[in-house]
């Protein structure tokens, strides 16, 4: 176990259509991504958050959206989805700026398909 | 800008036989960082190791084996005695310091298929 947790695991919903992806980083970590892990992309750099703050973005879309909130969880924003939009998210997070380490714990990640 | 190259998209081996996963990285940064994950069919991402730059030794933990070479931007890992349950998709993956971000950059894994 991680220690950082996504929900939901699955989701199916339709074109057009916004869903919110939820993280809860592991205890003590200030520093969240957002990747997205598709067949012919890989795993894909979205976002970064560091205590509130949004510090690094990657090859995230528009319609797409994200934010940490005070107790350090944070949400996945995926607006007016698209077939293409279908993937595997995940959530991880870190403890840069500590002497705990760089390295990046995931979650489970929530599987989203767009029908 | 950093990237990591993972050339063997997919390896087949039968149990028992030793296999190593090839990464090569490049980056501008003097410091940073090296990691392995691994990728079970049940789809999460699990940490095996962390190596920074400025510490060359290679590491042993039971059955598997990291070397990391600067001199040819490398960090491979090896699984001996491979085992079925060593089947999933194998991550290196790299994070600079610059900006403050160590933000982890993948190459696109390595599937291994470990045969009975």
């Known amino acids: 176990d991680s220690g950082v947790t996504q929900t939901p695991k699955h989701l199916i919903t339709a074109t057009g259509q916004r869903v919110t992806l939820r993280c809860s980083p592991r205890?003590?970590?200030?520093?969240v991504y957002w990747y997205q892990q598709s067949l012919d992309q890989g795993l894909q750099f979205l976002i970064q958050y560091y205590n509130g703050e949004e510090r690094a973005k990657g090859n995230i879309l528009e319609r797409f959206s994200a934010q940490q909130f005070p107790d350090l969880h944070s949400e996945l924003n995926l607006s007016s989805l698209e077939l293409g939009d279908s993937a595997l998210y995940f959530c991880?997070?870190?403890?840069?700026?500590?002497?705990?380490?760089?390295?990046?714990?995931f979650g489970q990640g929530t599987r989203l398909t767009v029908v | 800008a950093q990237k990591v190259t993972q050339a063997q998209t997919e390896i087949s081996v039968v149990e028992k036989e030793d296999v190593t996963l090839d990464c090569v990285y490049e980056t501008r940064d003097t410091t940073y960082y090296l990691f392995w994950y691994k990728q079970p069919p049940s789809g999460e991402l699990v940490f095996l190791i962390r190596r920074n730059s400025f510490d060359e030794q290679n590491e042993i933990s039971g059955r598997y084996s990291w070397n990391f070479q600067k001199s040819t931007s490398s960090f491979n890992f090896t699984i001996t005695a491979s085992q079925v349950v060593d089947s999933a998709v194998y991550f290196c993956?790299?994070?600079?310091?610059?900006?403050?971000?160590?933000?982890?950059?993948f190459g696109r894994g390595t599937s291994l298929i470990v045969h009975p």
């Open positions: 993956a790299l994070s600079g310091s610059s900006g403050g971000s160590y933000i982890p950059t």
């Open positions: 205890s003590g970590d200030l520093s």
């Open positions: 991880a997070s870190s403890a840069i700026g500590s002497p705990r380490g760089t390295e990046a714990f």
